[in-house]
């Protein structure tokens, strides 16, 4: 076991060195994945974000029902009993005329302009909350409460929302699709290295299989240099998008800031951030487990 | 030790480099094979690595039939295997100490343990003072006993050699030649293919001579000369 652990050792060794055998060739690799891995991240970053501010600014969704004009206190009985037996609505909560008027008043400071108005122009209203708050069930909720008798228009106030979170998912697949081909370019970048390097080491691959070597002996150390080169993309990838979120960083306080917003970038997660450095190395592996493969399966003696 | 029955090889150009070939070799017997180039020497011993497999016929190595064995079972078969190749083989890329190392790395040895084996390997081929040296640096008759030291490092109990003695002067090839024998006295069985008619001279070994692929006799060295005599 003790005896496992120093091979290991030694041949992790060994593969740092041969990245740093040829700087800027192993130099220039890194970047490659770095690049190739950062793009896609760099989208989840900014989705994740996106996603975060969606949900920080449309809170819980309502139905703001507006009643015809000329709908009677009859009438507005009648509905509040409706909404009452309604099962989709959890509290319906009655403005009355009089009071969304008063309300407009401190709100906008429009006082004089709304006095000067003489009749009140706005409807009676009912503030609904729903039970399901899932897009679907909302906008059969909007839709069953639209076709109530008095009721003049249902509102869904969050509906642009739930408009942004399906654009959101849209980009959530573009992202998908980007970091797919992008991390086959990674496998074959790593392929392409490892097959340049069995060019160059085929007299020791050779001697050592006829001296008797398994097939596992001589795929660990290029196993091992892939993995180490998809870490190391990995970890340039992360200095790339960390670098970027730093240089974003004060454009974007700004332009919060005049839309009256505290908004900040987050940045990768810890969780995130363990995920992109274990896949890079995993592509990196599987890149260099496929192209070792492939030629130890050419030499078959 | 090693036996074949009625081994042919017919390689894919349709050159038959072995016919209907049998002879045994009993554990700790020394054995010279000889005959022209493309009598089928080096594939006779191809075959005992199984670098080579046989078309008809099988091999044993120990009683285990190598020309039937699975792929994953061939680097333990070639553990106990010490290859001296005809064409060396060396590394260039690393110093003879660590040409003579590479057994040991493959077969999983303690790396204490490895540096005195090698050292020892070194010293029985008269190269210990060269351990630094790159292959590229030595002599022939050098290279020939690094070669010889990386087949023995893991002290098999069968050494194979192809034409060990084939480009060195007859200084060289005696000096190889003792070592071999140095090896035979301790109870290694050996397998020593050549051409070179010289260094079976005053030897009273077996010789299996081969000629276009067919055993010409399997005798002792001393019933040939006794033959010629």
């Known amino acids: ?301 | 030790m090693i036996t074949f029955n009625n081994v042919s090889k017919r390689y894919s150009n349709g050159f038959e480099a072995l016919k209907q070939v049998s002879f045994e070799l009993n554990k700790g017997e020394m054995a010279f094979l000889t005959g022209h180039s493309g009598a089928g020497k080096s594939t006779l011993l191809k075959l005992i690595a199984a670098i080579e497999r046989p078309n008809t016929g099988s091999v044993l190595v120990n009683n285990l039939n190598v020309s039937a064995l699975k792929s994953a079972a061939l680097p333990y078969l070639r553990r106990n295997l010490g290859i001296i190749f005809q064409d060396h083989k060396l590394l260039f890329d690393r110093n003879v100490f660590d040409n003579v190392l590479l057994p040991l790395q493959i077969c999983g040895f303690d790396h204490r343990e490895s540096c005195k084996r090698v050292r020892a390997a070194l010293d029985k081929v008269g190269l210990l003072k060269r351990e630094k040296a790159d292959p590229i640096a030595l002599s022939g008759g050098e290279q020939q006993r690094l070669c010889i030291a990386r087949a023995i490092v893991n002290r098999p109990s069968i050494l194979l050699a192809d034409e060990p003695t084939g480009n060195l002067d007859a200084e060289y090839a005696q000096e190889i030649m003792n070592i071999f024998k140095s090896f035979h006295q301790v109870g290694v069985t050996l397998l020593i293919s050549t051409h070179d008619a010289g260094v079976l001279r005053d030897d009273q070994v077996r010789v299996i001579s081969l000629k276009q692929g067919e055993i010409q006799c399997a005798t002792s060295a001393l019933t040939t000369a006794t033959e010629s005599a």
């Open chain 1, 1 to 301: 076991m003790m005896h496992l652990l120093t091979q290991s050792l030694t041949t992790l060794l060994t593969a740092f060195r041969r990245i740093f055998a040829s700087p800027v060739a192993g130099f220039l690799n890194i970047l490659v994945i770095g690049i190739a891995l950062s793009l896609p991240t760099g989208m989840y970053v900014l989705l994740q974000n996106a996603q975060g501010l969606v949900a920080q600014m449309s809170g819980a969704p309502q139905i703001s029902l507006f009643l015809s004009m000329d709908a009677a206190q009859e009438d507005v009985n009648k509905l509040r009993r409706q909404l009452g037996q309604h099962e989709g609505v959890a509290n319906a909560e009655f403005i009355s005329r009089a009071l969304a008027l008063e309300k407009l008043k401190e709100s906008t400071g429009l006082e004089d302009v709304i006095s000067g108005l003489g009749n009140n122009p706005l409807p009676d209203a009912y503030i609904i909350t729903p039970k399901q708050t899932d897009a679907k069930s909302l906008d059969e909720l909007r839709n069953a409460l639209q076709r109530l008798p008095a009721v003049e228009h249902a509102q869904l106030d969050s509906s642009w929302a739930y408009k942004m979170e399906a654009l959101l998912e849209f980009a959530r697949v573009a992202v998908l699709i980007l970091a797919s081909l992008l991390s086959l370019a990674l496998i074959a970048i790593t392929f392409n290295t490892i097959r340049l390097q069995i060019l160059t080491q085929d007299d020791e691959i050779q001697v050592s299989k006829l001296i008797g070597a398994t097939d596992g002996f001589i795929r660990r150390p290029f196993l091992y240099f892939g993995a180490v080169q998809g870490l190391l993309g990995g970890i340039a990838a992360w200095l790339i998008i960390a670098t970027s979120l730093l240089l974003l960083k004060a454009p974007l306080a700004t332009l919060s800031q005049l839309y009256a917003s505290n908004f900040t970038l987050q940045p990768l997660s810890l969780t995130d951030t363990l995920s992109l450095l274990l896949f890079s190395v995993y592509l990196g592996w599987l890149g260099a487990w496929l192209s070792v493969g492939r030629h130890l399966s050419r030499i078959a003696h």
